[in-house]
């Protein structure tokens, strides 16, 4: 990105989503920390090469350069391409009008560390200096259910989570949303968040990460503050949201604090939502109390939506940020990412980014050679004989067996996961892989890349033979 100049109004508003999503990448490492620190700086441009930055304070301004600039900047030129080596220039600027943060998430957790200089006494950043906690800014506005694609992925989250919002005594209580990394358990949270508090906003709603939960109970601690923390989430919280559950595994007190917590609202009857990457039963070190009270509500999970429902979603992002979009290129787009919304949607607004600033119309020969330029998985390195041997070793299966006419289940199973992965990795035509799979007919091959495709969309475990596999071909590639 470094030469190109994006001049256009429309170059500026990609480059600046792609500055959104770089932030957004990086902030995952460490979401509360980020957030906070984070609120107190602001994007003024993208410009030559240039990321302008202004900053509250010198104190900002410096704990951002010193912990999350190098993975921002990193993140930025993956989503603009340009030279590696050719650092990113950051100009930055003080500026008293950025206000102090308000969310209740960035106002009480802890600073993560002090200056050098800073005596332990010494009064805090303004930073913390805010009493009012507001909701708005800790959600996306994005984050709505009219934003959200439906499909058999994920309509049961959908549905539960719709029901949730519309009040009254909980149907199901807790709901519990299981999902992996990026397929929507945040944005169905924040939607239930947004419509709970357009149709009655006097509802106390409070939402929270349960690492943020943790930070604010471990501050309760120290400053002798657990009136006000358990009020906050007791007493004071008509529903409560809490994202990203696991987090809490192996620490206990926060644990213990929790589980009252839960009692308390569930016996009130006032909803509690969580979120999580895995199910109640494989949530690790997870005292048995609570993961029963977890499942014993509605466990709704989502799965990797299936080729349709990303097309879908890449069409609606598209709208939704301005970008023109052929159908061919959605589907192309959709093809190329498979198990990740939150990549897909990056890797969209990466080729809007750089369609702009290089001037270019987002058509399939573009977003082709992109696609291959970028894809972290460089499908032409690998070979059939290398799928089928990461197949063999994940079902303790001979490559003999597996080429075999042997129709037991289990050994089927495996020869049409391995031709599915074939096809999704190398884009090889049907009759080759027929060919390749002890010389069987395309339309076998055609059926059970079908039947994978299907079932990984439904079934979990399914889903998960197919991550371990494609982990073992990741990382034999490295
Ligand atoms: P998770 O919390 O499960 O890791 P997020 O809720 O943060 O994932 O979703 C990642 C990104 O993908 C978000 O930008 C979200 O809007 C988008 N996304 C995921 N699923 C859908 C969907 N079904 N429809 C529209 N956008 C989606
Ligand atoms: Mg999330």
């Not at 994005?142 to 009254?168: D, I, M, R």
């Not at 357009?198 to 929270?208: F, G, I, L």
């Not at 006000?228 to 529903?239: G, H, K, P, T």
């Not at 199910?279 to 349709?308: K, N, W």
């Amino acid at each position: 990105m470094p030469s190109d100049t994006p001049h256009t109004p429309e170059a500026k508003h990609h480059a600046t989503e792609a500055f959104r999503h770089a932030a957004e990448s990086t902030r995952r490492r460490s979401p509360a920390s980020f957030d906070q620190w984070f609120s107190g700086i602001q994007l003024d441009g993208i410009d030559d090469g240039v990321l302008s930055l202004a900053a509250r304070d010198e104190f900002v301004r410096d704990w951002v350069k010193n912990h999350f600039l190098p993975d921002l900047l990193d993140a930025m030129r993956g989503y603009l391409g340009g030279d590696p080596q050719k650092a990113l220039e950051v100009r930055w600027r003080i500026s008293g009008d950025i206000p102090a943060p308000v969310s209740e998430p960035r106002r009480s957790s802890p600073p993560p560390s002090r200056r050098p200089s800073e005596a332990p006494s010494a009064p805090r950043p303004r930073l913390a200096a805010v009493p009012r906690p507001g909701l708005a800014d800790a959600l996306n506005p994005k984050h709505t259910f009219s934003n959200f694609v439906v499909g058999p992925s994920n309509e049961l989250a959908y549905a539960a989570a719709l029901a949730s919002a519309a009040g009254g005594r909980p149907r199901y209580n807790p709901l519990f949303i299981a999902g992996g990394t990026g397929l929507g358990k945040t944005h169905l949270m924040h939607a239930i968040a947004h419509q709970v508090l357009a149709e009655r906003p006097d509802t106390r709603v409070v939402y929270v990460s349960a690492e943020h939960f943790t930070n604010a109970f471990i501050e309760g601690l120290q400053h002798h503050k657990m009136d006000e923390f358990r009020a906050r989430y007791r007493s004071q919280c008509d529903l409560l949201l809490v994202d990203d559950i696991q987090f809490l595994a192996g620490r206990e007190q926060t644990q213990e604090e929790f589980f009252h917590t839960f009692n308390a609202l569930h016996d009130a009857a006032r909803l509690i939502v969580v979120t999580s990457d895995k199910y109640p039963q494989q949530l690790q070190r997870m005292p048995e109390r609570l993961v029963s009270r977890f499942g014993s509500g509605l466990v709704a999970d989502i799965q990797t939506p299936q080729l349709e429902t990303r097309v879908a979603i890449v069409r609606k992002k598209a709208v939704l940020e301005g970008i023109e979009l052929s159908d061919e290129v959605a589907v192309l787009l959709a093809q190329g990412v498979p198990s990740n919304v939150r990549e897909l949607e990056g890797a969209l607004i990466r080729l809007a980014a750089k369609a702009s600033l290089t001037g270019r119309p987002i058509d399939f020969e573009f977003v082709q050679s992109e696609m291959a330029l970028v894809s972290p998985r460089r499908p032409d390195m690998l070979s059939v004989e290398d799928v089928q041997r990461a197949v063999c070793s994940h079902f303790r299966l001979s490559n003999s067996e597996l080429l075999s006419k042997d129709r037991h289940k289990s050994v089927a199973f495996a020869r049409q996961v391995a031709m599915y992965v074939c096809r999704q990795r190398l884009k090889s035509s049907f009759p080759e892989l027929g060919r390749a799979f002890g010389n069987r007919d395309h339309t076998t091959v055609m059926s059970a890349v079908r039947r994978v495709e299907t079932l990984r969309a439904r079934d979990p475990q399914v889903n998960a033979h197919l991550e371990a596999i494609e982990q073992k071909l990741a990382s034999s590639e490295d």
